[in-house]
């Protein structure tokens, strides 16, 4: 930066760094405060349920993994014959009623993982720019999932549609929890401090 | 008295009582509303200077500070706890201006020119102009010219916080700088200077 003198002999950065620092300091708007608070309370409480619910969350989804194999076993009948069985009310009473109950049971998971997701969504921690652009992404893949869902006709591609949704929403609360996991967890030598 | 006269000491170098700062790092709210009536006139400040916005003040004043309640544990006293809470609005400030790619793509004209022999246009401006004067500004201007002259940031540093070179420091510096004196310029050509009065010199 320049040192130069003005015509009085003045250095014009000190000029202008006195100008600066004599403007007066702000006032934040009044309820300010207020916000925070709300704010600071709402984050507290979504950190206790986060943590209660956690474990829960993560048993139900491990629970989910190990049973999958054996879900997706009922279905490995070749997609005509799933189609013959689902078109026919009559055959499809008694090998039909297991895919239809685990149908329901990936709904049921998903409704809660999203449920779970929207409550992180809304009083979460913000997302920086890379978690964002990749919370952005997920959405986007479960949004193409909903528009298949919407045409699938067989039981074992919406199954496995369900199941991708909820890998999705699984993956996408795991993103919301990062700023939680990266606070609680940086080592303090590691700690930036001034 | 003229503002080249005062030193005048950000609020964020207050002292802050060790017991205040304890009960911080517990996670008492109310020692986190006291922390925050402390400094939030000197944070709100900062933070509409470097952001030039109120709503994203706002966003980047109350980030701040609940980055600092949530964090409060990694502050060790190694410095003032003001200039810590400082580090974190200009964080905040200018992550809010990079969401918002306010300052990425704005570069001055660096063919003006202004009258070299000409006094300092700062000096004879009002505080109201000056204010508006430096809202005009881009945004990294703005902030590399608040963040150098009043909060006292070398180049180095505020080149670490843009993640950019000091060169862009030093250029938004002299562009700002060279700006902010053809902004002024029109509206003080006429007055007299001062100089010769008892205020100055």
């Not at chain 1, 491990?62 to 009559?90: E, G, K, N």
């Not at chain 2, 006139?41 to 470097?50: C, E, G, N, V």
């Not at chain 2, 990694?74 to 306010?102: C, I, S, T, Y």
Request: some cysteine.
């Amino acid at each position: 930066m320049s040192t130069r003198l003005d015509h009085h002999g003045l250095n014009e950065d000190a000029t202008l760094a006195a100008a600066l620092r004599g403007l007066p300091a702000e006032t934040p708007p009044t309820d300010a405060w207020a916000q925070l608070a709300t704010r600071t309370r709402r984050r507290r409480s979504t950190r206790r349920i986060l943590w209660t619910g956690l474990p829960a969350a993560l048993a139900a989804g491990i629970a989910l993994f190990v049973a999958w194999p054996h879900v997706t076993l009922r279905h490995d009948v070749p997609a005509p014959a799933r189609a013959a069985q689902s078109s026919s009310p009559a055959q499809a009473s008694p090998n039909g009623a297991a895919p239809a109950t685990e149908l329901a049971a990936l709904q049921s998971s998903s409704a809660q993982w999203q449920a779970w997701v929207q409550n992180l969504d809304r009083n979460g921690a913000p997302l920086d720019g890379r978690a964002l652009a990749g919370a952005v992404t997920l959405q986007d893949r479960i949004g193409l999932i909903d528009l298949q869902l919407s045409a699938a006709r067989n039981p074992a591609t919406t199954a496995d549609l369900w199941q991708q949704r909820i890998t999705l929403l699984q993956q996408l609360g795991l993103l919301h929890l990062q700023p939680y996991l990266v606070a609680d967890q940086t080592p303090p030598n590691h700690t930036k401090t001034l | 008295m003229h503002p080249c006269d005062v030193e005048t000491p950000t609020t964020f170098q207050q002292p802050v009582e060790p017991e205040l700062i304890e009960r911080f790092k517990r996670g008492d709210l109310a020692a986190f509303e006291a922390v925050y009536r402390a400094f939030e006139r000197a944070a709100w400040t900062l933070a509409l200077r470097l952001t030039g916005r109120r709503d994203v003040a706002q966003e980047a004043l109350q980030d701040a500070m609940l980055k600092a309640f949530e964090r409060a544990r990694q502050f060790r006293g190694e410095a003032p706890f003001g200039m810590w809470l400082r580090k974190l609005v200009v964080n905040e400030a200018l992550m809010q201006l990079r969401h918002d790619r306010l300052h990425i793509i704005e570069v001055l004209d660096d063919d003006t020119r202004s009258d070299d022999a000409a006094p300092p246009p700062w000096r004879l401006a009002d505080a109201a102009a000056l204010d508006r004067a430096l809202n005009r500004l881009p945004d990294a201007a703005r902030a590399v010219l608040w963040l150098y002259h009043v909060e006292g940031f070398t180049h180095v540093e505020i080149a670490e916080q843009f993640g950019r070179s000091t060169s862009f420091s030093k250029s938004q510096l002299a562009r700002g700088t060279r700006r902010l004196r053809e902004l002024l310029a029109p509206q003080v050509e006429d007055t007299p200077c001062p100089l010769g009065s008892t205020t100055t010199a």
